[in-house]
């Protein structure tokens, strides 16, 4: 069992950055895929990255590369989402997610574990 808690949302003008924490408990995290998603009014939960805990490969969605960097910390269970260069369509409910196994996926039905979330506002 995992418990994932977010953390670091917040408000923030266009152009600004954020970084977002995920604190997980639990035995065995290390040995989890853990992912970042995103939720904005109306819409459908979309992939915002993820991160192998083989090789720490890290893939992006098109909408967020080369602006966040997902990164982990075994160490202090802890997995960060740095969001820069924010833009007003960044607005959303982020989660963390976690997921056994070796394969990564960017389906959030594919997550065993959810953190409860956090607001992340972008001003124009």
């Known amino acids: 069992q995992v418990q994932l808690v977010e953390s670091g949302g917040g408000l923030v003008q266009a152009g600004g950055s954020l970084r977002l924490s995920c604190a997980a408990s639990g035995r065995m995290f290390s040995s989890y895929n853990v992912g970042w998603f995103r939720q904005a009014p109306g819409k459908e939960r979309e992939f915002v990255a993820t991160m192998s805990w083989i090789d720490g490969r890290t893939p992006y969605a098109d909408s967020v590369k080369g602006r966040f960097t997902i990164s982990r910390d075994n160490g202090r269970n802890t997995v960060y989402l740095q969001m820069n260069s924010l833009k007003p369509e960044d607005t959303a409910v982020y989660f963390c997610?976690?997921?056994?196994?070796?394969?990564?996926?960017?389906?959030?039905?594919?997550?065993?574990?959810w953190g409860q979330g956090t607001q992340v506002t972008v001003s124009s």
């Open positions: 997610a976690a997921r056994a196994g070796a394969v990564l996926s960017n389906r959030s039905d594919e997550y065993n574990y």
